[in-house]
């Protein structure tokens, strides 16, 4: 026996093997189908002349029968990564000490450690609970007729005549009460998803076995700790109909189309309650939900598998990141890799398109799961998984596609793409890490420096406005004039009272029984004329006066002589129209570049009011815990507040109060304007500033 013969080791006996679908370019496929471990595996016509001649032994053998028929051209080199491909998925016969250490090694680097097994199943994870072949294949016969060409026409009936009820009762429909919030009506809620759900699984489950084939396995898989129902019909490989695959693919939004149609049909004869509530639910939210979801090709659920089976491409996703990083290699380093496999120029654009797609959807994805599992678990179990979840499902893939391009750096060489690459990386670099923002953006409001609104002190009766809107007044000038009656009263009576003491405090050193009242009486009148100051004093306060030199800007027009006015009655508003300050709120981040004294200019959002050059005054110390409405988004403001409460306005982060000073004096006015205050402050990096948000929101979440 010559030792430079390399026999092959013969398959496995219980190997199916039968035809395939054409694939995307109309050539001919088969599927090797592993019964032991579920496993279908798609080969061409190569691989297929190669498998009906292995009972040859020998590759030098095959490729020499090949070549003799004369209808393709094997090399050893084929038929030797074919054998690979047969070893390393273990589809041959294991005979003798070598190969059972293979196998051995194979097991050892299956099994994963405890943590890597825990990083991958805790966000999914499926859980087996009936083998449904038998139930199917009992309860099939029943319902053939769902499939009948008459159902389609049916549903498409009710269609119609739902559309024409639903144009006068829209309104009724749109505005359907949803009686949830009580134990019964949560039970129709739950049961409704249960049975929307369940339909939707065995839509796929029937459709597979009207076709043929097993239904594995039907269960629960859990998404992010979220329950979802799963089937798997992954015996549709053995399909050689593109047709018939994407019909196992599309059974299950079938299936709950056509229950949303019967349902609206349903909704406009139940009286109103939870039954109609869940027929409704059925009829709108379900569907558009499964379609938002499920038709997403971008993840594995049946938007993907309908994609892979329309365009014709197994292994769709793996086979378009080949592509991706194939063509990102080029890009970056001009590398010249023989493209990872053929496709038209069409499908090869379509691939690469679907690839970014995906990279980009899945970092945004991942970013939300982090977050969302950071929020769902104890704070310090959160911030270990989330952490876990970027570093293991977005910074490695990074990683490991950087390791590559170091391990072929020999291979770069000054060109183009390199030169494009590195200039792009400085670019970003200096973008980045350059301390040359200064300019620091801050909502904030011109107002008049001093502007007061004055109230009704106490409740008096209205004598006279002793000024109109305009009119410049002086200090301490009267402007309203009040009246009341009961005060008047309340003096007089405090007048006759302090008179009657003084009168007997007169008489106390000539009778006798008076002398020992004398300190009651000193008392009683020390107490009345006290009274007496503070009843005067509200005297007083009826005339209401200027605080100080300005004009009056409004005066309030529901005002008329002769009527009683109720305590803090907005009055009138005096200001100063030759002095103003602007109000402005600051991030905390912002804080550590500026300071008083700094440079700023204001630009209102009134495109007919000039921009104002200002500086700093004063920085408020502490955070602001409250906001004037004008600052805030829920009244077109840019600072988001916290909770619905419409009398405390509290702002989501931090913000600090800011006073400038004009320094220019410009055209009065006489009422707040809103705009924008850019600050000149220290030049920071943008890299700097992500650096401490980043920082600041892990110390702000880490505080356990």
Known sequence: MDGNVIYLPPLREELDLFPGPCAFDGSPTWTLYDPVNQHFYRIGQLENEILAHWDLNSPEAISEQISQQGLINVSVDDIQHLLQFLAGHNLLQSRGKEAVQRLVGQAKAAHHHWFTWLIHHYLFFKIPLLRPDRLLARTYPALRWIYQPAVLHVLIALVLVNLYLLIDRWDMFSRTFLHFFSTEGFVYYAVALALTKTLHELGHAYTAHRYGCRVSAMGVAFLVMMPVLYTDASDAWKLTSRRQRLAIGFGGIAAELGLAVLCTTLWHFLPDGPLRSSVFLMATTTWVMTLLINLNPLMRFDGYFLLSDYWGIENLQNRAFALGRWQLRRLLFGFLDEVPERFP????????????????????????????????????????????????????????????????????????????????????????????????????????????????????????????????????????????????????????????????????????????????????????????????????????????????????????????????EPLLTVGQFDAYQIEAFLAEDHLGQIQSGAEAKFYPEQLDWPSMPCRIVRIDNAAALQLPPVFTSRYNGSIAIRGNNKDVLVPETSVYRVWLQPMETGEPINRAIKGNVLIDGKPESIASSLWRQVAAVLIRESGF
């Open 345 to 568: 120029a069409k499908t090869q654009r379509l691939l690469l398109i679907y690839a970014w797609c995906i990279w980009i959807y899945r970092f945004f994805l991942f970013l939300g799961i982090a977050l969302l599992v950071y929020h769902f678990f104890f704070k310090l179990l959160g911030l270990f998984l989330m952490m876990v979840e970027v570093g293991w499902f977005i910074m490695l893939p990074i990683v490991k596609e950087v390791k590559y391009w170091l391990e072929h750096r020999q291979r770069m060489e000054w060109n183009r793409n390199t030169l494009t690459t590195l200039s792009a990386i400085l670019i970003v670099i200096g973008i980045l890490f350059i301390p040359w923002k200064s300019r620091i953006e801050a909502p904030g409001l011109l107002k008049i420096a001093a502007h007061t609104e004055l109230f009704m002190p106490l409740p008096a009766k209205l004598d006279r406005i002793l000024v109109v809107k305009g009119e410049t007044v002086k200090a301490g000038q009267a402007l309203v004039q009040f009246s009341s009656s009961d005060l008047d009263s309340r003096i007089e009576q405090s007048k006759i009272k302090i008179e009657s003491l003084r009168w007997e405090l007169s008489f106390h050193g000539q009778e006798k029984n008076l002398i020992n009242r004398r300190l009651v009486a000193l008392t009683e009148l020390e107490s009345a004329g006290s009274e007496y100051d503070g009843l005067m004093d509200e005297r007083k306060r009826l005339t209401v006066q200027a605080p100080f030199d300005g004009e009056v800007i409004e005066v309030n027009d529901l005002l008329n002589a002769g009527e009683w006015i109720a305590k803090d």
